[in-house]
């Protein structure tokens, strides 16, 4: 068996060794049914339990309230872009849009195919180095959208931004389960799984019943979320694999004590290698302090080449994954719930090592 | 470790065990990377070479010409059945469709959002249990849709339908590379995945290129073909396990001997269940003799009790799936590529007793 080595990526990203080694035990039979579990019909006995279980285990992590369904969906959070404004915001109305990086971007030049975007608050005069705080909402938003985490940037926001408008909408993808979540305050939540949830392929949808409701019939049935709330999911063939490995990762969430104990573990994990970068006279996180994410971990020394040298020896020491992004450059350490301490651990004593090279 | 069944389920469905266990072992580690298939980024190398061997196996397999494009998208074919027509099918415009059963008329039911549907050639008089000769093709139709293979009533087109109309568009979720086919007559073919190709999640579009150059471009980013095209399916995180087991399919396909082969493989499955039901005096088949499917047979007692109790001591015995839909009622044995020939053998001998045990 090859060594795992420790995987960095922003996503698709490590998933728990216990999750893979369940899932390498049910590829050829899911438990004692004979049949692997990609093999199974998504409306047989066997599949309806795992997709019942992972509804449920959902539910209970976030304490979702009765009035939300949990959804599964495809298209990655690029097709929450467009199925937003195309279901909420009808010509000649306004949302508000938090714009703090690239997804962000994304959100708003869908969204300004359907309706008037405005943006209430950006960080892109400093390169999404940060979260704005001040922020000037409308008064007659229909739905206000932030991105929680910006996965290239190295930004998070440490609390939900305090809004006017009632149907707050929020791109969680590269932070999602990672910390206590009050969905009470949202109308929307929407993640790609690929992150903290498990393969790319399926979307999370955590979406208020009224708007559920509200949404309109003349769009095509896919589009509509009725249709997939109307259908546990499965109006069409869903993605059920994905579904499966959410479900474990769920479960193993659960195991490890909830939301609350994930997200201590992960201030822990970000919160060593950001002191670590504070005490370095070589390398400096590229984010403001406060504004700084428990997930993607953003860091340069201030020299493209040095930068570039650091990266490939990390690669050779069996490190992967962490070259930034390039509108970013340099580093990035991505430390997703299932990234091991240990990771970070050895990344630091690492980042020491090359440090003291460089004299 | 658990004996598995045989699974006629219509999919998802069976897969190959070959393939099963090359997954499995890739699971923790894709070869020597230290990381899992699931846990690459889908901009690594390691997936890039996945991703390549799966288009270039997909072209080489069914000897797609250049002017082509090969795409892994989500959202099923219930998703094509809106984007076809949201692309390429503008008000006024006139596209027809052949309505051969439950999947036809969900695609007629989204294209009608968007232009005018004429319903070219119809078997629903029959409750689908043939595929219509006599079509009556419009003068000025922008493309003629079809779907290839009827999983829930048993058909299939033999040949490819005679339309003047140069951009033929297929749904061939349920037999896309169970026979050799000419995509040069064909301006799009699409295929959910779950049936032939893999795990549900992923779907095969093969479309023309100079259908993906006239698309309009004010529809949303992810709605537009050419936004796949250009991005070679990677405009945003992909489904990568799904495209990765596709890819394990397409090779074992070829090792096969490709579709002709495969081709003459299901030929001799299907016919010998049909031999079966054409000499049995207690089931008969549901579908017109020409209009049979090599993919899914389709079968009655004509007395629903029987069938009952036939499907239960089935599932007793170790077949898993042969459950007929709803709206047809008996059975159906659906024998994707995957399925293996020993399976129909000894579905025929359990039937053989069924039918002695009935006097």
Redesign the interface.
């Known amino acids: 068996?090859?060594?795992?080595?420790y995987?960095f990526?922003?996503?698709?990203?490590?998933?728990p060794?216990e999750v893979?080694?369940e899932?390498?035990e049910n590829?050829?039979?899911l438990?004692?049914?004979?049949?692997?579990i990609?093999?199974?019909?998504?409306r047989?006995k066997a599949f309806v339990a795992v997709y019942e279980e992972a509804v449920s285990l959902c539910r209970e992590l976030a304490a979702i309230p009765d009035n939300y369904h949990v959804l599964f969906l495809?298209?990655?959070?690029?097709?929450q872009?467009?199925m937003l404004p195309?279901n909420f915001l009808p010509k000649e109305s306004t949302a508000d849009y938090l714009v703090t990086g690239s997804w962000a971007k994304?959100a708003v030049?869908?969204a300004q195919?359907f309706g008037n975007v405005h943006v209430a608050g950006s960080s892109q005069d400093r390169n999404f180095c940060y979260i704005p705080s001040d922020c000037s909402y409308s008064d007659d938003a229909v739905y206000t959208h932030y991105t929680s985490n910006n996965t290239i940037f190295g930004t998070q926001f440490a609390t939900v931004p305090d809004v006017a408008c009632e149907t707050l909408v929020c791109d969680m993808s590269s932070d999602i389960f990672s910390r206590p979540i009050d969905v009470s305050k949202y109308g929307v939540i929407y993640a790609?799984a690929?992150k903290n949830l498990?393969?790319?392929?399926?979307t999370l949808v955590i979406i208020r019943d009224d708007l559920v409701q509200q949404g309109p019939t003349?769009?095509?049935?896919?589009?509509q979320y009725r249709t997939h709330a109307d259908n546990d999911s499965m109006?069409?063939?869903?993605?059920?694999?994905?579904i499966y490995?959410m479900g474990l990762i769920f479960k193993w969430i659960k195991a490890r004590g909830g939301l609350a104990a994930v997200g201590e573990q992960n201030r822990d994990k970000a919160g060593k290698l950001y002191e670590y970068l504070d005490h370095s006279r070589l390398f400096n996180g590229t984010a403001d302090l406060e504004s700084r994410s428990q997930m993607n971990v953003t860091f340069v020394t201030g020299d493209a080449d040095l930068d570039a040298q650091f990266i490939s020896q990390s690669e050779a020491a069996?490190f992967?994954?962490l070259k930034g992004h390039r509108s970013v450059g340099g580093m990035r350490a991505s430390l997703y719930n299932a990234f091991p301490t240990d990771g970070v651990d050895a990344l630091i004593e690492f980042m020491k090592r090359f440090e003291a090279e460089q004299g």
Chains 1, 2 share one sequence.
């Open positions: 068996m090859t060594k795992r080595v995987n990526s922003a996503g698709p990203a490590v998933l060794v893979l080694e899932a390498r590829l050829l039979s438990g004692d049914t004979g049949v692997g990609m093999e199974h019909s998504h047989g495809q298209g990655g959070a690029s097709s872009f467009f195309m994304k030049a869908e195919r790609g690929q498990g393969p790319s392929g399926v003349d769009i095509p049935t896919m589009l109006f069409n063939t869903p993605p059920t694999f994905g490995i069996g992967s994954g």
